[in-house]
C-alpha cells in the first residue's frame, strides 16, 4: 500500500475544468509523482506526460502557492538527466507530502519544507529529504517534526534502492540512537522499530545481510 487515499472527489471548477490548485493538493497528483518511481516504462512515460501537462496548467492560473509549486516542479524537472528517468520510491513518495504540506501552512514542518526547498535548484535522488534538519532539530516542536519525518519514511522505503539511500546517510544507526536518550517517547521508538522492520521486509539478501551485520538487529532484541 501507498499509504495514499486517493478517494476524494477531484472535483471541477467553475469552467468545467479542475483547477491546478486542486490537482496540486489532491491525493491523485502524488499517484502521478509515484508513477515516476515504476519500474514500467509505460507508466513512467504517462506520469512523466501528466506533469508536463500540469506545468502548462500552473503556469496559466493564479493561486496563492503557485509561486513555490511552480519552482518545486521545476527543480524536479530540472533534476532529471535521462529521458524516462526512473526515480527512487522514497524520493517520490516524500516529494509527494512535502508538497501537499504546502497547501497546509499552519502545520509545524510548513517552514521546514520550504526552506529545503528553496535551498537548493535541484533534488538528489540519493539524499533523504530533511533527514539531517529534522531529526536533528533543536526546536520546541522537534518531537512533532521528527514522528512526522519517521511516519514518512516508514512507507517511503520500499526497495533496495531506498534502503542503499538510507545506509549512505547513516539514517537507522542515527535513529537507533534514540533508545539511549532518556526523553524519546514511546511513539518514538515505536515508529522506529516500525521502520526497521520496514526496511527487513524488503525482498533483498542484500538488506537483511547488511541489516544483520550492521548490529541493527541486534540492538532491537537487546533493548
Not at 517552514?111 to 526546536?139: M, W
Not at 539511500?165 to 516500525?194: A, E, G, N, W
Request: aromatic share 10%.
Amino acid at each position: 500500500s501507498s499509504g495514499i487515499n486517493a478517494e476524494w472527489p477531484l472535483r471541477p471548477g467553475e469552467n468545467g475544468q479542475v483547477e491546478a490548485r486542486t490537482f496540486l493538493s489532491h491525493p491523485v497528483f502524488h499517484v502521478i509523482l509515484l508513477s515516476l518511481s515504476s519500474y514500467d516504462d509505460v507508466t513512467r512515460s504517462t506520469g512523466y506526460t501528466c506533469m508536463e501537462k500540469l506545468s502548462y496548467l500552473v503556469a496559466g492560473e493564479s493561486f496563492r502557492e503557485k509561486g513555490m509549486c511552480t519552482y518545486v516542479l521545476g527543480m524536479l524537472q530540472n533534476s532529471v538527466t535521462e529521458e524516462n528517468q526512473r526515480l527512487p520510491h522514497l524520493m517520490t513518495y516524500t516529494l509527494g507530502i512535502m508538497i501537499s504540506v504546502l497547501f497546509t501552512p499552519h502545520q509545524p514542518i510548513y517552514l521546514d519544507i520550504c526552506h529545503f526547498l528553496l535551498q537548493r535548484p535541484t533534488l538528489d535522488f540519493t539524499d533523504v529529504p530533511l533527514f539531517y534538519s529534522l531529526f536533528c532539530s533543536s526546536t520546541l516542536a522537534y518531537r512533532t517534526v521528527q514522528n512526522w519525518l519517521l511516519k514518512v519514511l516508514v512507507v517511503a522505503v520500499r526497495t533496495e534502492e531506498d534502503y542503499r539511500i538510507l545506509s549512505r546517510r547513516h539514517v537507522l544507526p542515527i535513529c537507533m540512537s534514540q533508545f539511549h536518550t532518556p526523553l524519546t517517547d514511546k511513539y518514538t521508538l515505536k515508529l522506529i522499530r516500525t521502520l526497521v522492520g520496514r526496511c527487513w521486509g524488503i525482498k533483498s539478501s542484500y538488506v537483511k545481510r547488511d541489516l544483520e551485520a550492521s548490529g541493527v538487529l541486534e540492538s532491537l532484541f537487546v533493548l
